[in-house]
C-alpha cells in the first residue's frame, strides 16, 4: 500500500472529517455489536495453505456477471462520497477504473450518474433503495441503462434506515450543499431536518422508503429493464432460495456493515448455508469488515464469487481523493496476489472450502 497502511488511512481520515461525518461513517445501528461481529468473524476462520504447487504465474482477474475484473474486488455502494471529499464519486470512479475494480454507485450518490459514469473507465452497477414514488425508481434505471451501467443492485435489508446512536445523538444532516442529486430533491433532503436526538437521513427514509414490498414486486423491475439484478442484505438459505427461485442473477451477503438489523449475523458466518442453497445458480458477492487480501480468500474459500468493501474506500477518498481510493484497493489486491500464492491458488476458482477451517 505504498508505504501507507490501511489502518493509516483510517486514522487520517479521522483526524480529516468532521466528528459527525466521522461518526455517520464508522458507525452501525443499536449496540453497534454487528459491525465488531463481522471482524470477529472473518478472524475466525483461519486458512488451511496448499505448498509445492507452482505459483509462479497467479493470475487474480475473474469476471462477474461479464464484468472483467483485475481482482474480485467492488467498492460497495455508500451514500453521498461528497460528504469526504469535494469531487466525491467521480473520484471514487476514476480510482475504481484504474485499479480494475467495480463501483457500485449508491442511490443516494453525490455526483450524477452521468458525471461518474464520464470519469469511469471501468464497470459501473446501480444500487436502488425501493421508493414510494416508483417513478423516481423508472427515471433511475433509464438513466443507468443509458449511461451504461450494467447492472441493478437492490438493497434489501433497509425498509428503513435503521436508528443509529451516534447520528441521533448528533443530530445528523447531510451539510448544505452535499445532495443526492439523482433523485427528486423532495426524495432525499437529508440535509433537513436533522435535530438532536433524531438524524434526518433516519426520518426521510421512513418518510421515503416503501417497506411494503415483498418477493412480488421483483417482478415490476424486471419488467422495466433486461440488466442483470443483484439484492443486497441477504443473511439466510431461505432467502437466498427465494432470490434464486425469482432469478436474481446475483445477492450481496451482507449485513449493512452493521448498519441495518443490530445483532445480525456476521456476512461471513451467513456464507455458507448460502452457497449451499445457491448452489451455483446465482453470483454470490460478500461484503462487511474486508480490510486484508487473506480476507478476500476466506470469503472465496466460503462460497464468495468476489468482495465489496465499503468504508476503507472512504477513507482512501478522506486521505487523498481518487489516488487514495487508488491505493487502498491496490494494496488489498496486491495482499490478495500474495495470499494466493501463499495458499497455492494459482486462479481464483482455485479457492473452495477445503482452503479453510474455522474457530
Ligand atoms: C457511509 C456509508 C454509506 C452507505 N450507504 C449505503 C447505500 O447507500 N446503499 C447501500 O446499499 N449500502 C450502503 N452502505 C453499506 C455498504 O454498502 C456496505 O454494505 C458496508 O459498508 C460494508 O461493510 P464495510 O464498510 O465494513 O466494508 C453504506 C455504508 C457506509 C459506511
Ligand atoms: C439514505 C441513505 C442511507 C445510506 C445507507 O444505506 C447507510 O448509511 O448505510
Request: hydrophobic share 45%.
Amino acid at each position: 500500500m505504498t508505504g501507507t497502511t490501511l489502518s493509516e488511512y483510517e486514522s487520517r481520515a479521522r483526524e480529516l472529517l468532521p466528528g459527525p461525518v466521522w461518526d455517520f461513517l464508522a458507525g452501525g445501528s443499536g449496540t453497534e455489536s454487528a459491525v465488531s461481529a463481522g471482524r470477529a468473524a472473518l478472524d475466525r476462520v483461519r486458512l488451511r495453505p496448499r505448498v509445492l504447487v507452482d505459483v509462479s504465474a497467479c493470475d487474480t482477474r475473474c469476471s462477474l456477471l461479464g464484468a472483467p475484473l483485475a481482482a474480485p474486488v467492488g467498492i460497495a455502494p455508500m451514500a453521498y462520497h461528497r460528504l469526504v471529499h469535494p469531487e466525491g464519486e467521480v473520484a471514487t470512479a476514476r480510482a475504481a477504473g484504474d485499479t480494475g475494480a467495480l463501483f457500485t454507485v449508491s442511490m443516494f450518490a453525490s455526483r450524477t450518474l452521468e458525471d461518474i459514469a464520464a470519469a469511469a473507465t471501468g464497470p459501473l452497477w446501480l444500487q436502488l433503495y425501493w421508493l414510494r414514488r416508483r417513478e423516481q425508481l423508472t427515471g433511475l434505471i433509464r438513466r443507468a441503462e443509458d449511461a451504461g451501467y450494467r447492472a441493478l443492485v437492490l438493497t434489501v435489508d433497509a425498509p428503513r434506515v435503521a436508528h443509529r446512536p451516534r447520528d441521533a445523538r448528533n443530530g445528523f444532516a447531510v451539510p448544505a450543499g452535499i445532495r443526492a442529486v439523482n433523485v427528486d430533491a423532495s426524495v432525499m433532503s437529508a440535509s433537513h431536518g436533522g435535530t438532536a436526538g433524531e438524524s434526518a437521513v433516519a426520518r426521510h427514509s421512513r418518510e421515503q422508503f416503501d417497506p411494503s414490498i415483498t418477493w412480488a414486486d421483483l417482478a415490476w423491475i424486471r419488467e422495466r429493464t433486461a440488466l442483470p439484478l443483484v439484492l443486497k442484505g441477504i443473511l439466510t438459505g431461505e432467502d437466498a432460495l427465494l432470490a434464486v427461485e425469482h432469478g436474481v442473477d446475483g445477492i450481496v451477503v451482507s449485513n449493512h456493515g452493521g448498519r441495518q438489523l443490530d445483532c445480525a449475523i456476521p456476512a461471513a458466518d451467513a456464507l455458507p448455508e448460502i452457497a449451499e442453497a445457491v448452489a451455483d445458480r446465482c453470483r454470490i458477492i460478500l461484503d462487511g469488515s474486508i480490510r486484508h487480501g487473506t480476507d478476500i480468500a476466506k470469503a472465496l474459500c466460503l462460497g464468495a464469487h468476489a468482495v465489496f468493501v465499503g468504508r476503507p474506500a472512504l477513507w482512501g477518498l478522506a486521505h487523498s481523493g481518487s489516488e487514495g481510493v487508488s491505493a487502498v484497493l491496490r494494496g488489498l489486491s496486491n495482499e490478495f496476489d500474495e495470499a494466493m500464492a501463499l495458499m497455492g491458488a494459482v486462479r481464483v476458482e482455485d479457492f473452495d472450502r477445503s482452503g479453510i477451517v474455522h474457530h
